[in-house]
């Protein structure tokens, strides 16, 4: 590899990665990552159908907590097995992959109420209100019984509901999901958002050393 291709083609390149790697070595602003096995064990431990349907849509779909108390019922598209999501920043939109377990869930929920505007309609006392609310549920509700869960099962992190989105950006890149498609499911506009995932990943250090291998093959320029 000449002198030539080195400064034209390396050194071009914007390494601001490695400044985000070492700004974020802080404990506080990596995210909490918990293994599969206990996402799962944590949701099927909540016996409330919504708060249960709820935080199995943010796993499985990577939205925001506000995005999925937003979600509407024709933003579910069947078809094509996507969410529709209306990002509060800008208004603007994206697609995520919807698996068929979570569209027969959010089904099976969304029957139980057939609110027009909400998947996630307020919820009164004994389940009353749902068809007619005009506000969707509250998170705090969610949080209250997401601690519960997590004390019942002597789990001591400080798991929150946007934990299963990180858990889902982690769990995608462990499985090979290539990044950029990552961020695009995660709506972040910057990849250097979705970069810190790497930190935590499982294959994050494989992904890298292939790319250096990629780039350093040892194939002359």
């Known amino acids: 590899m ?3 291709f080195f400064f034209k083609n390396i050194m ?7 400044d ?3 700004s974020n ?3 506080k602003t990596i995210p ?3 293994d599969r096995e206990i996402v799962w064990k944590i949701i099927n431990s909540i016996r ?8 199995l849509l943010i796993y499985t779909c990577g939205l925001r907590a506000g995005e999925a108390l937003r979600l509407a019922p024709k933003d579910i598209d069947s078809k094509r097995m996507v969410v529709r999501v209306v990002m509060s920043k800008g208004k603007r939109t994206r697609e995520v992959p919807l698996p068929q377990f979570t569209l027969d869930m959010l089904r099976k929920y969304w029957a139980t109420h057939r609110n027009p505007n909400f998947i996630f309609p307020a919820v009164g006392q004994n389940m009353k209100g749902g068809p007619t609310a005009i506000k969707h549920m509250l998170l705090g ?3 209250d019984v997401l601690r519960k869960a997590c004390h019942d099962l002597k789990l001591m992190q400080k798991i929150k509901p946007h934990t299963f989105r990180h858990c889902y950006a982690t769990h995608l890149l462990d499985a090979g999901v290539n990044i950029r498609m990552v961020q695009l499911f995660l709506g972040h ?5 979705t970069c810190i995932y790497l930190l935590v990943s499982k294959n994050g250090m494989s992904q890298a050393v292939k790319v250096v291998a990629d780039i350093f093959g040892g194939k002359n320029a």
Do not use: C, D
């Not at 071009?12 to 490695?18: D, E, L, R, S, T």
């Not at 409330?48 to 935080?55: R, S």
């Open 2 to 4: 000449g002198s030539a």
């Open 141 to 143: 509700s969610i949080q």
């Open 48 to 55: 409330t159908p919504h708060n249960y349907t709820y935080l």
């Open 32 to 34: 909490l990552i918990i």
């Open 189 to 193: 506009a910057n990849i250097m958002t």
């Open 12 to 18: 071009a390149h914007n390494w601001a990665v490695f």
């Open 25 to 27: 070595k802080n404990e």
């Open 20 to 22: 985000l790697v070492r």
